[in-house]
């Protein structure tokens, strides 16, 4: 969405075309050309700023007390909550039937925001404004960004969306980078005509997905329906389902291995990867993404992880291609001929010698993703799809306003945080595009 | 040329295939059953009887009597007949006991024996007497149909065991609700598990629903919304309307204001005013249309926050009736359409004036700019006769790009403002699962994207030589 489709051409067309480089101090270039940008570097402190509240969330906003002294015993309950959520703690009797803040605490250090993003002020229901009046103990227990219908705090709810904004960023771009470098680089590594491996592995490898599939999805299919009627269940039957894939995937290859020595099994086949790959990455990007997302999380179980995990699988195409380029370029170079010269496998000259030398365009396609995943599921809460209706997110509080008007503040707040967000990853983008190729710069 | 035209249309087909089975496939994973919906829909409560027979009609005139697809690859255990199974939520009970046990044959005598139990429950005399023992029966028997838990069933059979037993009037039901208990024993004891573990293939032909739906896509033909029965083609145009209207005029205004805007910052770059623009042309684009949307729906559409606010209606096309003169209802709809045109042509605007800032800045920097500017020629006649004609057709390509853009993009306006568009038809169908619905909207989808893109790059090569299509070596 942000990285139109010419400029993603462009930037394209500058990794395949820049020249080889003698010097190995290119990283220190990328970096000093980086730091040489301003809005840049000011868009990275604010994104290392926004990383710190995702990161403590939990003790810059929890109804619980950071440390509280009880009847001569000190606690530190924002810690044990992390144990209880565990299973492995338990919470005294004491604070299951009274609210937290009905304690007398000898002694207690409240966070920041001395409320947590579910918790409810009953006093204060009902859309109470920041500047409003507000029934609270002192101003300690003011509710700085107002409250919601159900009396949650604004701000609570700001900085818990922050973890969830920033979590689904990296995870989703996560899982599209990796898609994206995996069949990227093998595209680029092997071309059109480089791939190539025994007949009789190409066969036994279509007939290993085949049973592998089966054995792991058909085969299993009421188990994994089981475990997802159950709910905890279906993460470990997926995996296990995904290990006898994998399992087969490996057995496959193995036998291969061993009868590839047979005559007329061991012919070598071609296989066009980078065709396959490129005619892959259109038919992903002529699918409407948006609409995608919508009906598939729309089937989903409501929940933050699947949304994460859709946006990632849809998502990968440009990484693809950014490291297809890189790749293209990187194989012909000398080290990589020395590296064949040598005898080392392709496995190896691909993850040891090329990747990590073509990581750096990945790095801008990963800073426009994480703007666009934020962008989508801030949209996908704000239409109320596919994010359980007790999540507190930013789009779900932007999404609040519209039910009731005069709540200004939750028309303003939630929405200047996914715009400062998504503007700064912009800029980071850009300014890593234009450190990448100077000649870019407009 | 000629032969990347072939090329593109070449992957056409499969793109659209692919895109379609992810549709159909996304259906027929969804929850819960088209037909029930629309049987109660129709006849409200009636008779068993009738009711039964609404489903079959109903299931057979969406095709959902049919096998899914051309095959399936599945356990040696399912028969290739289950499809014959015509209520869903018994098929996916049955294919349950399969997977639990594996014997087709026995699995069937037990569905059988427990159907006919069901038809006499519900053929049995009515008598005030007995009427509430016979429908605890028919429940337990509902039960059965729809359970694969070993517990449950036995839960239910002894319960109509005892029942049966117990009433002399129902009496007459005991060879069968015997038969059953002693069918559902044979399909425990007689399991063959490990059929479940054979792979089989099995062939339906082209009579599947598959076949069937995108035959019918490709004539025309899309189907009927489950919601309301009314055709999808008809329900798609009313909405196709409103959003095309949305997104010429939000286009046109777009390339109107953006053409000038970026030429004139080009033209004076790095001065104070490129500056300014360019910024706040980076912070428009960089703002989600969807909370300006909410903005200006919170502080401009009534008088909450000051009466001299309440400029614009807060939602919907146009509260005149259709008698109204045209030119008073074209106004009151362009009153209405302000605000969503407004948002979303803001993006594209900062969009197109940023790409065209940049193509006048490769022009200008070249070498026909400086002998013009050395000929003497006026500043005027340079930048738009020579540079700016060649700088505007990258411009226009885009068009190609943004349209289908705008079309997806216009969702979030179309659900703030209530505007009965593609993008809110979309959303609502896909919220009530309205499938047929949401199949073609992202088969239309998908082909304007991709007409989209391949227009694209043709202009694109047409007006730049210097861009080849050809295999790169």
């Given at each position: 969405m942000f990285l139109g489709k010419k400029k993603a051409q462009q930037i394209e067309n500058a990794i395949q075309n820049t020249p080889p480089r003698s010097d190995q101090s290119y990283w220190a270039n990328v970096k000093r050309q980086f730091y040489k940008n301003r809005l840049a570097v000011w868009s990275l402190r604010i994104f290392y700023a926004i990383l710190f509240i995702a990161v403590f969330a939990d003790f810059l906003s929890n109804e619980r007390p950071l440390v509280c002294k009880l009847d001569g015993k000190v606690m530190f309950p924002v810690l044990k909550q992390y144990s209880v959520s565990l299973g492995i703690g338990q919470w005294e009797q004491q604070f299951v039937t009274k609210r937290w803040n009905e304690h007398d605490y000898q002694f207690v250090i409240w966070p920041t925001i001395p409320y947590s993003s579910t918790s409810i002020d009953k006093l204060n229901r009902s859309f109470v404004g920041p500047f409003d009046e507000q029934r609270v103990k002192s101003l300690r227990w003011k509710h700085l960004l107002g409250t919601d219908e159900l009396g949650r705090d604004v701000a609570a709810g700001m900085i818990h969306g922050t973890r969830i904004a920033i979590s689904v960023g990296i995870i989703a771009m996560s899982i599209s980078s990796l898609i994206g470098i995996f069949l990227g680089s093998i595209a680029g590594y092997f071309g059109d005509n480089r791939l190539q491996m025994s007949r009789i592995r190409l066969i036994l490898n279509l007939i290993g997905i085949v049973l592998g599939v089966f054995y792991a999805f058909i085969a299993r299919g009421y188990a994994l329906g089981e475990g997802a009627a159950e709910g905890g269940g279906f993460m470990m039957q997926l995996l296990l389902s995904f290990g006898i894939l994998f399992g087969m995937m490996i057995l496959v290859n193995l036998l291969a291995s061993g009868l590839k020595r047979l005559p007329g099994l061991g012919k070598r086949v071609n296989i066009a990867a980078d065709l396959l790959v490129m005619r892959l990455i259109e038919v992903f990007n002529s699918i409407p993404g948006l609409l995608l997302i919508l009906s598939i999380v729309a089937l989903t179980k409501p929940s933050i992880v699947n949304v994460m995990i859709i946006i990632g699988f849809i998502s990968w195409t440009s990484i693809a291609r950014f490291i297809r380029a890189e790749l293209l370029r990187i194989r012909n170079l000398e080290y990589i001929e020395a590296a064949q010269a040598m005898g080392f496998s392709e496995a190896r000259i691909i993850f040891r010698h090329a990747i990590p030398n073509a990581l750096t365009p990945v790095l801008i396609t990963i800073a426009f993703g994480i703007a666009s995943a934020i962008l989508t599921e801030a949209f996908l809460s704000f239409l109320g799809i596919g994010v359980a209706a007790e999540e507190v997110t930013w789009g779900s509080l932007l999404n609040l306003a519209r039910s009731n008007f005069p709540a200004w503040w939750l028309a303003i707040f939630p929405g200047t945080a996914i715009f400062i967000t998504v503007t700064i990853f912009n800029l980071i983008g850009e300014g890593l595009t234009d450190a990448l190729d100077p000649r870019l710069k407009q | 040329m000629f032969k990347y035209i072939v090329q593109r249309l070449i992957i056409f087909l499969p793109t659209l295939l692919a895109v379609s089975l992810v549709a159909f496939s996304l259906s027929k994973l969804a929850p819960g059953d088209p037909v029930e919906l629309l049987v109660k829909g129709q006849s409200g409560e009636s008779g068993q009887k009738a009711s039964v027979q609404a489903y079959e009609e109903v299931s057979r005139r969406l095709g959902l009597d049919l096998p899914v697809f051309y095959g399936a690859l599945t356990t040696s255990a399912f028969p290739d007949t289950l499809h014959l199974v015509i209520k869903k939520s018994e098929r996916e009970s049955l294919s349950n006991l399969i997977s639990q046990y594996g014997n087709w044959p026995q699995i069937s005598d037990y569905y059988l024996s427990l159907k006919s139990l069901e038809r006499e429950v519900a053929y049995f005399p009515v008598d005030t007497a007995i009427s509430l023992m016979r429908n605890t029966i028919s429940r337990h028997v509902k039960d059965l149909l729809i359970n694969n838990k070993d517990s449950r069933i036995a839960f239910a059979l002894s319960e109509i065991k005892t029942i049966v037993s117990d009433s002399s009037s129902l009496n007459t039901l005991q060879p069968l609700a015997t038969q059953v208990a002693d069918n559902y024993a044979k399909v425990k004891s007689e399991a063959t598990v490990f059929k479940n573990y054979i792979p089989s293939l099995n062939w339906y032909g082209f009579k599947n629903q598959y076949h069937h739906w995108i035959t019918n896509f490709f004539k025309g033909d899309f189907g009927f919304s489950y919601l309301d029965s009314r055709p999808v083609g008809g329900k798609m145009w009313d909405a196709l309307r409103w959003t095309l209207i949305i997104n010429f005029i939000s286009i046109i205004l777009a390339y109107l204001i953006a053409i000038p805007i970026g030429v004139s910052t080009a033209v004076k770059k790095d001065g104070l005013y490129d500056r300014v623009v360019t910024t706040v042309l980076f912070i428009l684009y960089s703002l989600p249309s969807f909370w300006i949307g909410t903005l200006l729906i919170v502080f401009f559409?009534?008088?909450?926050?000051?009466?001299?606010?309440?400029?614009?209606?807060?939602?919907?096309?146009?509260?005149?009736?259709?008698?109204?003169p045209f030119f008073t209802r074209a106004i009151d709809i362009m009153h209405h359409l302000a605000l969503p045109i407004f948002c979303v042509t803001y993006g594209s605007f900062a969009f197109i004036s940023r790409q065209m800032r940049g193509g006048m800045l490769t022009v200008i920097r070249q070498d026909y700019i400086r002998t013009a500017k050395a000929k003497g020629l006026e500043e005027k006649s340079i930048v738009w006769k020579h540079a700016f004609r060649n700088s505007l057709f990258p411009i226009i390509t885009l068009f190609a790009y943004i349209f289908p853009a705008a079309i997806a993009g216009a969702v979030t306006i179309e659900v703030i403002y209530s505007i009965p568009g593609m993008g809110k038809l979309a959303v609502d169908s896909i919220v009530a699962r309205d499938w047929p619905v949401v199949f073609t909207i992202l088969m239309f989808a998908a082909i304007l994207t991709m007409i989209g893109n391949l227009v694209a790059d043709l202009l694109y090569a047409l007006a730049d030589p210097r861009v080849s299509y050809g295999n790169k070596k």
């Open positions: - | 559409t009534t008088s909450e926050y000051s009466p001299w606010l309440n400029w614009f209606p807060t939602g919907g096309v146009t509260d005149l009736p259709s008698s109204t």
